[in-house]
């Protein structure tokens, strides 16, 4: 049984911790309070999917389950959702539910809750005559303040029910017990959610509350390092005993965004195979990837096959093309594509076909450098990936002509470099067409330095770019906020990624290792929706 889950970042908990815990502890069933889900407060239809999604078999609430109306439907539906019993019976929804031959009920306490509710202990002795025939499994959750009628709700039902749990306080507390007729009992199963925070919410605000008594925002802290909290309760199927309770705690560090637009694999440039690739993204909290390898989509069966392994993940199918204009390479992503079009794939593999030609030229033009390297290992390096220029700087350090990939980069294969040989491209505008052509989002990858940013940006909107990369790999936040600005300016969403290689060079970020703020991914999933595309 999960502790409430506050905001986003308890979400997030949740998603990166629970399908672990499932697979590890062999769990039958996951009951979560979702009372404070939604922002903070309330619960929707999305975040409970977000939930059951997870690993949540169950969702009971409290008295804040009320603050977004779509909930009341929710729980009116047949949904395993449920609101406290003892609320006055011509409220939405239910108090109790059955489901996979377990009973769960849910009360809510009077003492310092400042709301008016039917008694608490005479809901669960009704309620207990209507579940007791169907199932001897029964667990209670009594969303209360105070801790003395949690412990008397516990001993009222001491024998009656698996077990009986608190939340509401979100501090997880340390009296896991049997009571002595077999009931599981703890005051509070405390909270998911962020762990520098007051029980979940900003800091500042509540300070600003106890020391001057005026009225502030609260607001759930929704970036950092966060807390899961839980107990795991192992019953007797057949007399619906506790044999054991025991707290199960976790921490979940910052690592950053749960969406990252921009990943490499082995199917072009990158060092991981779309199966690692996708297994590092999800253990690093990110749930929505997308794969942009260079010119080729043939990485993402396998992405889809691996992601399918992490519940609450989610591939976005993408690529990367580059262009060119006057001074400049321009490098377009595009997402949700319809991948399988048989003219998209012919205009892929024509500039594969010019990737080879560019590698084969730039090797010969090492080899005039007195740099010499071998064709057929930089196509071993490749694999079965498109040939690319980090796979010709991996052959020049295996050589010893430089110490590693940035240097070869920086004093040979960059734009300027002595042995760069151009390729054939698209322009911008023809790359954002080319993705429009298969129902994609047309993004601007790491405007930076780009000269002329405000100018390109005019052309491509018109085309149809619905984005531009902001949150960029080892962007400063001055840059990220001056790129903020730039895509407002042009009504287009601020978008962002790792940019993840595996090379292992200066700057490089691991997936999710990005300030992208989770109402920027939401911004860019709605539009997605909207388009069709999810």
């Not at 096959?305 to 377009?332: F, K, R």
Request: with cysteine; hydrophobic share 40%; charged share 25%.
């Amino acid at each position: 049984m999960i502790g409430d889950i506050v905001g986003q970042l308890g979400r997030k908990a949740v998603q990166d911790v629970l399908p672990g815990l499932r697979n590890e502890l062999k769990l039958d069933t996951v009951i979560a309070n979702g009372e404070n889900v939604a922002g903070g407060r309330g619960l929707t239809n999305k975040t409970a999917q977000e939930l059951f999604d997870s690993g949540v078999d169950i969702i009971t609430s409290g008295n804040h389950i009320w603050e977004h109306r779509e909930a009341y439907e929710l729980l009116d539906s047949e949904a395993p959702v449920i609101r406290p019993h003892n609320y006055p019976p011509n409220v939405p929804g239910r108090g109790f539910v059955v489901h996979n031959g377990i009973g769960v009920l849910n009360l809510i306490g009077r003492t310092f809750m400042g709301i008016t509710v039917d008694c608490p202990f005479r809901g669960a002795d009704i309620a207990l005559e209507v579940l007791q025939p169907q199932t001897p499994i029964i667990m209670v959750d009594l969303h209360a303040e105070a801790t003395s009628e949690k412990m008397a709700m516990g001993f009222h039902l001491d024998g009656r029910v698996s077990a009986m749990v608190g939340t509401h306080t979100h501090v997880a507390t340390a009296d896991t017990r049997i009571l002595p007729n077999g009931t599981a009992y703890v005051s509070d199963l405390g909270m998911c959610g962020a762990r520098d925070a007051i029980i979940g919410w900003e800091i500042e605000p509540i300070m600003e509350r106890f020391l001057t008594q005026l009225p502030t925002r609260f607001n759930p802290v929704d970036k950092g390092a966060a807390i899961f909290n839980s107990v795991l309760i192992e019953l007797d199927d057949k007399t619906g005993r506790a044999m054991s309770i025991q707290r199960v705690d976790r921490q979940v560090e910052d690592h950053g965004s749960i969406g990252d637009f921009h990943s490499h694999s082995t199917y072009s440039d990158g060092r991981l195979s779309p199966t690692e690739l996708v297994n590092l993204a999800a253990s690093r909290g990110v749930r929505w990837l997308a794969l942009t390898d260079h010119d080729i989509t043939d990485g993402i069966p396998e992405a889809e096959e691996a992601v399918s392994q992490h519940p609450g993940m989610s591939l976005i199918h993408g690529v990367e093309l580059s262009t060119d204009v006057p001074g400049n390479e321009v490098h377009v992503l595009g997402y949700f594509l319809d991948w399988h079009d048989p003219d998209f794939q012919a205009t892929l593999a024509h500039f594969r076909e010019s990737r080879l030609d560019r590698g084969v030229r730039m090797v010969e033009r090492l080899t005039e450098l007195g740099m010499p390297v071998s064709w057929e290992r930089v196509q071993e390096i490749a694999g079965e990936g498109a040939v690319g220029r980090p796979h010709i700087a991996q052959a020049l350090v295996e050589r010893g002509h430089v110490a590693s990939i940035q240097e070869a980069f920086d004093l040979y294969l960059s734009r300027n470099g002595p042995a760069y040989v151009e390729r054939e491209r698209l322009s911008p505008i023809e790359a954002v067409n080319v993705i429009n052509s298969v129902n994609g989002l047309a993004a601007l990858a790491h405007p930076r330095e780009l000269q002329g940013l405000d100018a390109l940006l005019d052309q491509m909107c018109q085309a149809g770019l619905v984005g531009m990369e902001v949150f960029y790999k080892d962007y400063l936040p001055e840059e990220v906020e001056r790129l903020r600005l730039t895509a407002e300016r042009h009504n287009i969403l601020p978008l962002g990624g790792s940019d993840y290689h595996a090379l292992q060079g200066p700057g490089e970020k691991l997936p999710g290792d990005i300030p992208l703020p989770p109402e920027a991914v939401e911004r860019f999933l709605e539009l997605a929706g909207d388009r069709g595309r999810l």
